[in-house]
């Protein structure tokens, strides 16, 4: 088990433009969890969803982002017209939804620099 | 709203000398209080959890509801031990942990 992927690794982009973030949970897992780490801050949760439905978004910002998890396929964290406070590390974290609560099995993060 | 209060933001020890990393929180109900660690170059990974009472790798942590506080203790360090630790909260519903701003842990040899 490759365990939680994530890419772009890094990804660098000019103010407006859009980053588009992946996460690829464990096998078996169905659950997905988008937290953002600024510089010298902690880890700030975002988005909960789980295959085809967002469950708890109250993190996310209202502008500009959005997340999905597609019945196949990895889930996506878009960004639309990236600023500079956007640069962050992004990183992903997958459950299985049984089980052990509360035990999330995190990404390598994805680092993206807004120039 | 619930939060997690790491005070130290670095934390340094001799090897084999005792290790307490602070955690408060503020939640209004019953929490579920976690420890996650990442080691150099290394994902965060979950240490232990306070509803398992479990030791790990010499770690303990005690939930005190009075003080609403969940440190982290280990009585003799390692050199190991160095990484980055962040104490998290869950505080029911759907919504994710709610992670402490972590704290760097250096163990000097």
């Known amino acids: 088990n490759a365990g939680v992927m994530q890419n772009p690794r890094h990804l660098v982009r000019r103010r407006g433009q859009e980053a588009r973030l992946r996460c690829s949970p464990m096998k078996g897992h169905s659950h997905v969890y988008w937290y953002r780490q600024l510089p010298e801050e902690g880890l700030k949760f975002m988005v909960y969803?789980?295959?085809?439905?967002?469950?708890?978004e109250s993190g996310m910002p209202k502008e500009r982002f959005s997340a999905e998890f597609p019945k196949e396929g990895p889930s996506i964290l878009r960004i639309q017209q990236v600023v500079r406070g956007d640069s962050a590390a992004y990183f992903c974290?997958?459950?299985?939804?049984?089980?052990?609560?509360?035990?999330?099995?995190f990404g390598e993060g994805s680092r993206l620099t807004v120039l | 709203a619930q939060r997690v209060t790491q005070p130290e933001k670095l934390l340094s020890v001799f090897k084999g000398a005792p290790v307490e990393l602070k955690c408060n929180y503020s939640?209004?109900?019953?929490?579920?209080l976690f420890w996650y660690v990442q080691y150099s170059r290394q994902r965060l990974q979950l240490l232990l959890r306070?509803?398992s009472r479990e030791s790990i790798k010499g770690f303990t942590a005690d939930l005190n509801k009075g003080e609403t506080s969940f440190h982290l203790k280990k009585p003799f360090a390692q050199e190991e031990d160095s990484a980055m630790y962040y104490c998290a909260l869950l505080g029911g519903g759907a919504d994710g942990l709610t992670f402490g701003k972590g704290t760097h842990l250096i163990i000097q040899p």
């Open positions: 306070h509803i």
């Open positions: 969803l789980q295959k085809e439905n967002i469950i708890d």
């Open positions: 939640y209004s109900g019953s929490p579920e």
């Open positions: 974290a997958s459950s299985p939804g049984t089980g052990r609560i509360g035990e999330l099995f």
